[in-house]
């Protein structure tokens, strides 16, 4: 019997069992007879290179014109991870290996298209005649020992110049790349990934800030999972159009020294343009009785002194276990009281979609681990979840060519759509199971005085990539849990840059992320794959929601019958998202939600609004009947090739006394 686990599960435990492979365990070697012995012969030669991994990446699109380079990233290890902190590290420090004999990569382009093949000469920079990076030295081939990280800023131009020499027509946006790793004693070490080299600008509202509130960087590295150093995440993050980055690198992984040099790092790279803010992801345990049961948590810090970590013990970093992934977590109470101490808040991370089993990874429980004891509050420091959690809704089980660009590549390894992994199918599960609970809850525990909602509960959306820049590859070992087919792990077309959340900060970003963390903290924010819709009541009705009087995302307005005329929304997108096909009302009560209303957009506002759009809430706001409820709104648009964006937000707590 085949067994079938989410996604989650696999990129973990594939790597989990490749681990105990390398440090323990063998196949047995045998000439191969019959398809199954080929198999088996298949399967050692995986295991006997288990330890040696290549890796190369780019960003998926290109924004940002400034930037006349396309970042190539390159990593190859030699060996599980022997910079980590788990006592595997510990272990892999006292293996010798055989250096990798790395004499170069090559890198070719073409255009996209059934018809186009690769041309035999790789692009060149440099010297060389051979290799794009010639990796050699004095004609001798680089010895790596542990690893080697290098990411090639190639020139736009000699692209430009590479495609025009070798294919007709032109100019070519959305091109494939190929990088192979040439190494003595190794075949070729292809990956395939696909760039579009002129990405349009995003839809834009004035002072919102589209980021990733969780992302994995180098600062994660076990033999599990790890990420990207920060310079070259920062340039395929504002390639993607970003302006800042919460850095949720894993507690397993962070000690003291580990997170100064990474608050250190992420002051270097933040400015004017981009920042970075750092927090981490928590591995806890949950608060259900006798339960060991494993969550992630993403902790940020005070927005008034992001800088400051959650001081402890062990530092300002909160450390679990002894570095390893599978080491105990910490109690979520006590987690929560650290963070709570520093002046920080925290989100519950993919709530519904567990880690791996072999983890003892579980999902979130509604009482014990969201609620406050008595449940008529969130547990201090929780502001919210992260139910959007991975843009994914394709998967590969081919994890270097998901885009089938080899010639003998079978079909059924592509990109296929993948129920299990859809992201929206995700999301609203998540929301179902927790978020819409939540806000009822909130309603009911109203104060006996009635001056506010009992409490509020916010949404935030990440892509939890490590790294990631082009899709979402493991690339480990044979991945036998899911399907015989992914000898070499499978990919998602999740990418850093594919889900946001957007923040309202009307002053800015500031200098190291306070407005951020002030906004996702309070809930003015929208979560987004493309398009932009906002809401808020003009309350001077002076078109404009930037007045201090005015009432907007995560907010709270007591008003009289009167003023509900006053709801102003204002929705943008773009050709690349596509024309508004939906723009969804729904009100939330003590007793749940209504069926959605679906708002009319004019035909000639169909991309923008062009400006705040009046809505009219009398008729929709009457079944509250005076009691605190709530609004939000859902958006979609489709592009001209059918595929469906989103924009979700957070709501807008109302009550109209006397209604």
């Known amino acids: 019997m085949m067994v079938h686990l989410p996604r989650r599960y696999l990129r973990v435990s594939l790597q989990l069992l490749a681990l105990s492979l390398l440090t323990g365990l063998s196949l047995a070697g045998k000439t191969p007879a019959t398809a199954q012995d080929k198999q088996e012969s298949s399967i050692t030669e995986e295991v006997s290179r288990a330890g040696v991994f290549f890796r190369a990446d780019a960003p998926r699109l290109l924004r940002n014109s400034q930037d006349p380079y396309l970042p190539v990233f390159l990593e190859v290890i ?46 060149l920079l440099g010297n060389s005649t051979d290799f794009t990076y010639d990796a050699r030295s004095e004609g001798k081939p680089y010895a790596i020992a542990d690893r080697v990280k290098k990411t090639l800023e190639i020139p736009l131009a000699t692209i430009r110049s590479y495609l025009g020499q070798h294919f007709f027509g032109g100019p070519f946006d959305l091109i494939d790349v190929r990088v192979a790793f040439i190494a003595q004693g190794w075949p070729s070490q292809d990956f395939y990934l696909r760039v579009r080299l002129a990405g349009p600008p995003l839809p834009r509202i004035p002072h919102w800030y589209r980021g990733d509130m969780h992302y994995h960087s180098g600062f994660t590295d076990n033999p599990a999972e790890r990420g990207y150093p920060l310079d070259v995440t920062k ?8 302006d800042w980055v919460l850095l949720a690198d894993h507690s397993t992984d962070l000690n003291a020294a580990r997170y100064a040099e990474e608050e250190r790092e992420a002051a270097q790279y933040s ?31 005070s927005p008034d002194n992001p800088d400051k970590g959650f001081p402890g013990p062990d530092g300002a970093a909160i450390t679990t276990g002894d570095g390893s992934i599978a080491s105990p977590g910490m109690p979520l109470s006590q987690a929560l009281a650290r963070i709570v101490a520093a002046g920080g808040f925290a989100y519950a991370a993919h709530p519904d979609d567990p880690i791996s089993p072999l983890l003892r990874g579980g999902s979130w429980d509604l009482n014990a681990d969201f609620l406050a004891p008595g449940g008529k509050s969130l547990a201090p420091g929780l502001v919210g979840l992260e139910p959007w959690n991975r843009a994914t809704d394709l998967t590969a089980d081919d994890a270097r060519d998901p885009f089938c660009e080899r010639l003998d590549a079978p079909p059924a390894s592509c990109f296929q759509p993948d129920p299990e992994a859809n992201q929206y199918a995700r999301l609203e ?40 820049l082009n899709y979402e590859a493991t690339m480990d070992v044979t991945d036998f849990l899911h399907s015989l087919n992914r000898l070499t792990g499978y990919a998602e077309d999740n990418a850093l840059g594919k889900i946001a959340t957007a923040v309202d900060c009307p002053n800015g970003m500031g200098p190291r992320g306070q407005s951020v963390l002030r906004a996702l903290r309070e809930g003015h924010s929208i979560l987004t794959n493309g398009p932009l819709l906002i809401a808020g009541f003009d309350m001077n009705d002076n078109g404009s929601l930037d007045d201090p009087e005015d009432v907007g995302i995560s907010q709270q307005v007591s008003l009289h019958a009167s003023q509900l005329g006053l709801l102003r929304l204002e929705w943008i997108s773009s050709d690349e998202f596509g024309s508004f096909t939906s723009l969804r009302l729904i009100v939330g009560s003590s007793q749940g939600e209504s069926p959605p209303v679906e708002v009319s957009v004019p035909a000639a506002k169909a991309l923008a609004s062009g400006g705040l759009f009046p809505l009219d809430l009398r008729q929709d706001i009457q079944r509250l009947g005076g009691s605190w409820g709530y609004i939000r709104f859902e958006a979609r648009t489709q592009s001209k090739d ?18």
């Open 78 to 123: 030699n060996g599980v991870e022997k910079e980590g902190l788990s006592k595997v590290a510990e272990l892999a420090r006292q293996i010798t290996r055989a250096p990798v004999e790395l004499e170069g990569v090559k890198i070719f382009v073409k255009p996209t298209g059934s018809n186009r093949r690769f041309a035999a000469d790789p692009l």
């Open 429 to 468: 599960k998540g929301m179902a199971a927790y978020w819409l609970p939540l806000l009822k809850e909130g309603l009911e525990f109203t104060s006996e005085s009635g001056d506010a909602p009992g409490f509020k509960t916010f949404l935030a959306a990440g892509s939890d990539a490590h790294g990631d």
């Open 235 to 242: 340039q395929a993050a504002v390639q993607a159009g970003f």
């Open 642 to 659: 059918g595929i469906e964006f989103r924009c979700y937000t957070n709501p807008i707590w109302v009550r109209v006394p006397g209604i």
């Open 271 to 301: 400015d004017g343009r981009f920042l970075y803010v750092v927090g981490e992801e928590v591995t806890v345990t949950s608060n259900k009785t006798d339960s060991t049961s494993t969550l992630h948590m993403v902790a940020l810090p």
